[in-house]
């Protein structure tokens, strides 16, 4: 194993969240842990040190300290559970493992954790942590002997997700499974750290005691303002207001010193200076805190040392198993009546409610509040993240899933800080509950100016699309439009379909709305003959009994109220609109309350929305209803921005989750060869020979048109051996798209046209300056539609998949789609579908059709393949001719660009 790999794992280094909500570092154990690590056997119970070592254990010897410090970080591997008390880093659990097990490539694996926090998972963190350096060190099987009376550590075994053989001799439970993260263990392995997550932010929004650190007298100043909110809202828990210029402070004494309350306290609100930050934690770390808001701005959001600061500050939280939020952030809510928390400084507080709501940004947080309450949307919790530091999005979002009082969640954000567990964890969050978002940095300027906020330029805007589009959430362009999407989801159910029943007492606007469904894939549908008469038989004949259904401007309260109904339950309608302009001959109350009645009738699958074109509010009766609150818009067109969100989101969830591909063991280890060869052979970035892409390609099962690199010279004896009709391609480093140089001949079916070609590719190179490394000779393939596969990787998000039509022209044309790896045979397939050219495959105006389901196969082997080869930076299968129906397709240039990893991925 290279030393640069064991170099690196010497600083392996992670957070790991416990299921009470607290954290604990984990770390790689060195020489300089020999004291921390006699202290913490020293503080086993006898029983825990019997179940470690098998035998009566009262004295921790230089020997016992040798097995546990003389590591090489490849064959013998030992992890720290770490934890801080009072300024001192306690280790509070070991995990190991040493190479040496019943077969060349296992490892046996032990564990202890110190009795306080047994069942608290430090043991699975350690198992999971542990199981992926040795899978990086080649150790593909893991055994264990365990003593049958250790109940909790043969359960963490039987709870990992691995599938665990078990056999018994003498009171001993041996123990061992393959080194795989299967489904199931990563399925496991992710419902451990949601729940994990889960738990630490409802200790968060769930607090008994809160302090206020920087409380004020004044409520102009943020201090004041949180205090106050605070009193305000009727927390239901102690209030600590921290000043120690103040005896006394809204009524309320004021304490010198967090520990000077003599309390247990739950939550910090933390509004001093910038500079007071770093101290002020540590006061909350030695008094227990669980965990802290922070409010304070000037860190990473405005110079390269304010960062610097706020890394310690994490570190700091991080190291004594708190959460912290924030900095540069308005403040969390929680609007449970058993909690009554506002911990902000917004001037206004929205309405109790059921959507979780989570803004990157603290200024737009009050912006967003004050709509909120404005459109009476009312919010279960509401987090402020601001840096995002340590509390994210992704914790927010394992809380939210498993909250009875949040039906929908938002989330206003500027940056990701860790994509790839969103893009795990998302999609079972929103199988549950719709996630509707808003990203910014769109545009460069947006992404410059998000960058200056605390985001980062590598968010390219079509990997946040491709991780949304993955994950089923619901992007909306402005902040109108995610108010008009969650006021349909906060109160209605999930259409079953996309046809819609409009009714209005206006042609125009019904005109408008049809318009505007059709543009995003809804649909008005033709009314059943029964609900056609049923209208007729109250209705005046001046009215319009197809749908959109015009009840003329005359129509009462009582018209629209059986008329909802009868279209409601018509059985070619999914979900019902209903458009009001006031005229001067109704009164809009009354229209209001015959709305309401209607949606009482409607049935309860099915959603209703209205638009009261009116510049006035709508009146208050339109919610009175027995069926509670209606989405009411002001313009028919916002209600089909909702309908077709809401459309969109009820199709991927009834969508099946995929499958993705994994390659076979030989074809792996065929793969892995080439690829550390190549990397020990360039011993950095390099691009991969066109033979070792060729029979990567080969192994993964790419099927590629037969080739065969030679020189000018060699070039006839080569022709040869492949047949005709044949392509010339030059090979240089200094060609990145061969057609740039004319580095192409195609149609050569002698060896004279191949030593002509040869010539001609040879001078072409030398008139145009580039080097010419050799020539690929390729059998032809004339039939076939052009596509691309490829893989490019974002510094953040990973790798992301690329399809294509149109060969060359692809970049040209700009009709490519994306999706995050790893990409399902169902992420494929839509791949495809969404290409504005997806139709040349079904055989476009009588042209020949092509073979869909190989180029699906194709896009999931080359994701197999990246799993595979997390060194792969970029790859191009361009073109990939897709033959005709049953006939595969066929790749012709292929191009793959490999880079060191470094960190476990």
């Known amino acids: 194993m290279p030393s640069s790999r064991s170099d690196e794992l010497r600083h392996y280094c992670a957070r790991g969240i416990l299921a009470d909500g607290s954290s604990i570092l984990i770390r790689a154990i060195s020489e300089s842990d020999r004291e921390r690590l006699r202290?913490?056997?020293?503080?086993?119970?006898?029983?825990?040190?019997?179940?470690?070592?098998?035998?009566?254990?009262?004295?921790?010897?230089e020997a016992d300290l040798d097995r546990f410090t003389?590591?090489?970080?490849?064959?013998?591997?030992c992890l720290a559970a770490e934890r801080r008390y009072h300024d001192e880093d306690r280790i509070i659990g070991v995990g190991m493992y040493a190479a040496g097990g019943r077969t060349a490539d296992s490892a046996e694996v032990a564990f202890t954790v110190e009795d306080e926090f047994q069942g608290r998972g430090v043991g699975t963190l350690l198992l999971e942590h542990l199981c992926r350096i040795a899978h990086a060190?080649?150790?593909?099987?893991?055994?264990?002997?365990?003593?049958?009376?250790?109940?909790?550590?043969?359960?963490?075994?039987?709870?990992?997700?691995?599938?665990?053989?078990?056999?018994?001799?003498?009171?001993?439970?041996?123990?061992?499974?393959?080194?795989?993260?299967?489904?199931?263990?990563?399925?496991?392995s992710l419902r451990r750290e949601r729940l994990a997550a889960a738990q630490s932010i409802s200790r968060l929004l769930n607090p008994k005691t809160v302090a206020v650190i920087g409380a004020s007298r004044e409520r102009s100043k943020i201090g004041g303002a949180v205090l106050a909110n605070l009193l305000k809202a009727g927390f239901k828990g102690g209030i600590y207001p921290i000043n120690p210029h103040a005896a006394e402070i809204e009524g309320l004494k004021s304490y010198g010193s967090l520990a000077a309350v003599g309390e247990r306290i739950d939550l910090a609100v933390i509004c001093v200076a910038a500079g007071a930050v770093e101290n002020t934690i540590k006061e909350c770390a030695n008094a227990g805190v669980h965990g802290v808001v922070v409010i304070t701005a000037g860190f990473s959001e405005v110079s390269a040392e304010g960062r610097e600061v706020q890394n310690r500050i994490v570190n700091l939280v991080r190291s004594y198993g708190m959460r912290m939020v924030g900095p540069n952030c308005m403040g969390i809510i929680n609007t449970d009546p058993a909690v009554n928390l506002n911990a902000t400084f917004a001037p206004l507080l929205p309405p109790a409610g059921n959507i979780g709501m989570l803004s990157q940004s603290g200024a737009l947080g009050i912006a967003i509040l004050d709509h909120a309450r404005i459109r009476n949307i009312g919010l279960s919790s509401f987090v402020s993240a601001g840096n995002k530091a340590d509390v994210s999005g992704n914790d927010m979002i394992s809380y939210w899933n498993d909250d009875p009082r949040t039906r929908a969640i938002v989330l206003y954000l500027e940056s990701f800080g860790n994509p790839r567990k969103f893009a795990r964890l998302a999609p079972a969050v929103a199988r549950k509950k719709p996630i509707v978002a808003v990203k910014s940095g769109r545009s460069a300027a947006g992404r410059r100016a998000a960058l200056s906020h605390s985001?980062?330029?590598?968010?390219?805007?079509?990997?946040?699309?491709?991780?949304?589009?993955?994950?089923?959430?619901?992007?909306?362009?402005?902040?109108?439009?995610?108010?008009?999407v969650i006021a349909l989801f906060s109160t209605q159910p999930v259409p079953a379909g996309p046809r819609v029943g409009v009714i209005t007492n206006a042609g125009g606007p019904g005109i408008l709305l049809a318009d505007a469904c059709e543009a995003r894939g809804l649909q008005l549908p033709e009314l059943a003959c029964a609900t056609s008469a049923r209208l007729r038989s109250f209705l005046p004949d001046r009215a319009s009994f197809s749908n959109p259904v015009d009840m003329t401007a005359q129509a009462s309260g009582e018209d629209f109220a059986r008329t909802i109904a009868a279209v409601a339950a018509d059985d070619n309608v999914d979900s019902v609109v209903a458009i009001y302009i006031p005229p001067m001959v109704t009164e809009p109350a009354a229209i209001a309350r015959g709305i309401a009645r209607g949606a009482e009738l409607v049935p309860a699958h099915k959603p209703v929305a209205c638009a009261f074109m009116s510049s006035a509010p709508p009146p208050a009766e339109i919610n009175q209803g027995a069926r509670g609150a209606i989405p009411c818009y002001t313009f028919p067109e916002n209600a089909a921005i909702a309908l077709a969100a809401a459309h969109r989101y009820g199709n991927w969830r009834a969508r099946p989750a995929g499958q993705t591909l994994k390659l076979d063991a030989q074809a792996e280890s065929a793969i892995r060869g080439i690829i550390d060869g190549a990397l020990a052979r360039c011993g950095g970035p390099a691009w991969l020979e066109q033979r070792e892409i060729s029979a990567i390609l080969a192994a993964a099962g790419i099927r590629s048109a037969a080739a065969e690199q030679t020189t000018p010279e060699d070039a006839a004896a080569a022709a040869g051996r492949l047949g005709y009709p044949l392509v010339a391609k030059v090979v240089s480093k200094d060609v990145v798209h061969k057609s740039d140089v004319g580095g192409v001949i195609m149609g050569l079916h002698c060896a004279a046209e191949v030593e002509q070609a040869a010539a001609e590719l040879k001078r072409r190179m030398h008139d145009a300056g580039k080097r010419l490394?050799?020539?690929?000779?390729?059998?032809?393939?004339?039939?076939?539609?052009?596509?691309?596969?490829?893989?490019?990787?974002?510094?953040?998000?990973?790798?992301?998949?690329?399809?294509?039509?149109?060969?060359?022209?692809v970049e040209?044309?700009?009709d490519v789609s994306f999706r995050l790896h790893p990409v399902t045979d169902v992420?494929?397939?839509?791949?495809?579908?969404?290409?504005?050219?997806?139709?040349?495959?079904?055989?476009?105006?009588?042209?020949?059709?092509?073979?869909?389901?190989?180029?699906?196969?194709?896009?999931?082997?080359?994701?197999?393949?990246?799993?595979?080869?997390?060194?792969i930076t970029e790859l191009d299968l361009n073109p990939v001719k897709v033959l005709a129906p049953g006939q595969g397709a066929v790749v012709i240039d292929a191009r793959m660009r490999l880079a060191p990893v470094r960190g476990l991925m």
């Open 39 to 61: 202290d913490h056997f020293h503080r086993l119970s006898p029983e825990s040190a019997y179940f470690r070592f098998m035998m009566p254990k009262k004295k921790f010897t």
């Open 70 to 77: 003389a590591i090489d970080y490849v064959s013998r591997f």
């Open 137 to 188: 060190n080649g150790i593909i099987r893991l055994e264990a002997d365990v003593l049958a009376g250790n109940a909790r550590m043969l359960e963490v075994f039987a709870r990992s997700g691995f599938n665990v053989s078990r056999s018994m001799e003498n009171g001993v439970v041996r123990v061992w499974f393959a080194n795989q993260e299967t489904e199931q263990y990563l399925s496991q």
């Open 455 to 484: 985001a980062s330029l590598a968010n390219l805007d079509i990997a946040v699309e491709a991780l949304f589009e993955q994950t089923g959430v619901i992007r909306t362009n402005t902040l109108e439009e995610l108010f008009d």
């Open 773 to 809: 490394d050799g020539l690929i000779l390729q059998r032809q393939v004339s039939e076939g539609i052009e596509a691309l596969v490829g893989v490019t990787t974002d510094p953040t998000f990973g790798p992301l998949i690329v399809c294509g039509l149109g060969g060359v022209n």
């Open 812 to 814: 040209l044309l700009k």
């Open 827 to 871: 992420d494929a397939a839509e791949m495809l579908a969404a290409l504005r050219s997806a139709a040349l495959l079904d055989g476009y105006r009588g042209a020949a059709a092509g073979d869909r389901p190989a180029l699906i196969s194709v896009i999931r082997a080359i994701s197999a393949l990246v799993e595979l080869v997390p060194e």
